[in-house]
């Protein structure tokens, strides 16, 4: 379909995940896309708001960024909440709150009714793991309620049940999304999107072997960027491109003696073949690049930076 930007009912837009760790965000977008893209894990993510995946049919284009988990352990938990919450609302068309179903809510579940309460972006309460036993959907209903009503309650919030892993409701999500989404032409066109889930995919195993490394030494410095692909029989090469601001990153990334970037490149690599079954061989470019940001033109067109 190359002639959306003439379809005047072609629809796109962004939506934004948002949740605490464990609701089942990632499981919630592999299953969208039938493919792992997004990282299914336990751990408390170190990245920033990224574009995890893109959904594109014949009606309409569906770009979902995923947030980083909140951590209850993590200091100041109102703070880090405005931070984070503010980061991953503006600009977009529809937040998505995934909530955990069979667990009652929490302080972070709470803290996220606030927030939106006082947004006027359209959001999606998505109530998952419905194929659990228990359900506390009253629960969080009672509780929003609670929230919107001190706030004079100017969103209405469109709920709906769940099951990621199961794959229960998800159908409904999507013709809904694309239904509210604004009328425009898509986001990312066709060509782009050949292989793209792939390549954030592995610039995100990537980013976070690194991250892991690093201990947050440079969070927001980095970039990791994969240029190519090659699929062969055996192995998969891969060319993959660190942006760092300074020259002085650069020496951290490497390590002394490689000690930072020849492990996590190793564990990148394993924890690919484990994924996808097949080798990947990584190359990995350090450039110093001192406004990478402005140079992803994707960042630059999502108006992320
Ligand atoms: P995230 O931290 O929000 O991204 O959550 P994950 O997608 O990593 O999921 C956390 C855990 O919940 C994993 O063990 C998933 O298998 C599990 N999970 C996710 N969705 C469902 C669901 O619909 N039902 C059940 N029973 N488990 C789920
Ligand atoms: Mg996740």
Not at 16 to 25: L, M, Q, R
Not at 101 to 121: H, M, T, V, Y
Not at 229 to 242: G, P, R, S, W
Request: with cysteine; charged share 25%.
């Amino acid at each position: 379909m190359n002639d959306n930007h003439t379809n005047i009912h072609y629809r796109s837009g962004i939506v934004s995940i948002v949740g605490k760790t464990n609701v089942g965000k990632s499981t919630f977008l592999n299953t969208i896309l039938e493919e792992k893209v997004s990282i299914v894990s336990d751990r408390v993510q170190t990245t920033r708001n990224i574009i995890r995946a893109i959904y594109t049919s014949e009606k309409g284009q569906l770009v979902f960024m995923d947030t980083p988990g909140i951590h209850k352990a993590n200091g100041d938990l109102g703070k880090n909440m405005n931070k984070m919450a503010r980061s991953s609302i503006e600009g977009v068309d529809i937040i998505l709150l995934v909530l955990d179903a069979s667990e009652p809510p929490e302080q972070i579940d709470e803290g996220w009714f606030r927030r939106l309460s006082k947004s006027n972006i359209p959001c999606f309460f998505v109530l998952n793991k419905i194929d659990k036993k228990i359900n506390y959907e009253i629960n969080y209903k009672k509780l929003w309620d609670e929230i919107n009503c001190e706030k004079s309650g100017i969103l209405e919030p469109y709920w709906i049940n769940i099951s990621a892993l199961r794959n229960i409701g998800i159908k409904q999500i999507i013709e809904k999304l694309i239904s509210d989404v604004p009328i425009g032409p898509k986001l990312f066109p066709d060509d782009v999107l050949t292989d793209y889930p792939r390549k954030l995919n592995i610039a995100d195993v990537l980013r976070e072997k690194l991250f892991n490394r690093l201990h947050q030494e440079l969070p927001h410095a980095i970039a990791v960027w994969i240029d190519n692909i090659q699929d062969f029989d055996e192995k998969c090469l891969v060319n993959a491109i660190i942006y760092v601001e300074r020259h002085s990153q650069k020496g951290i990334v490497i390590g002394e003696k490689g000690q930072v970037i020849k492990p996590s490149k190793k564990e990148a690599e394993n924890e690919l073949y484990e994924m996808y079954g097949i080798l990947y061989s990584l190359k990995i470019t350090i450039k110093v690049e001192k406004n990478w940001r402005k140079n992803f033109w994707m960042l630059k067109k999502l108006g992320y930076n």
